[in-house]
């Protein structure tokens, strides 16, 4: 049996890390061909009538730089895009 590539190291982890917030505003209509093709076939995800229009909204990009780590230096991006819908059900 082969050896994982990257070490192993169980948490907790002290890190030192930067962290950068991008926030922005979403338009009230997204761009045609948003949707990923499975996605965009996938009524429940998709279908306004299910899941509420899009009405545009906050949105946020965050990027996680860990400087030093247990297992060294590498990077995260992480892409929250909230914006709001006029979903009735809430």
């Keep these: 049996m082969e050896a994982h590539p990257e070490p192993l190291v169980p948490a907790p982890w002290k890190c030192k890390v930067e962290t950068y917030w991008l926030l922005f505003w979403l338009p009230k209509k997204l ?16 279908d306004p009538k299910q899941v509420g ?8 990009i965050q990027i996680v730089r860990y400087l ?4 060294g230096e590498f990077r995260r991006c992480v892409l929250f895009v909230l ?8």
Excluded at 68 to 71: F, K, L, Q
């Design 53 to 60: 229009e899009f009405t545009g909204g906050p949105g946020m």
């Design 31 to 46: 761009p045609d061909g948003i949707y990923d093709p499975l996605q965009a076939s996938y009524a429940p995800f998709s």
């Design 83 to 90: 914006g709001l819908d006029s979903d009735e059900r809430d």
């Design 68 to 71: 030093e780590s247990p297992v």
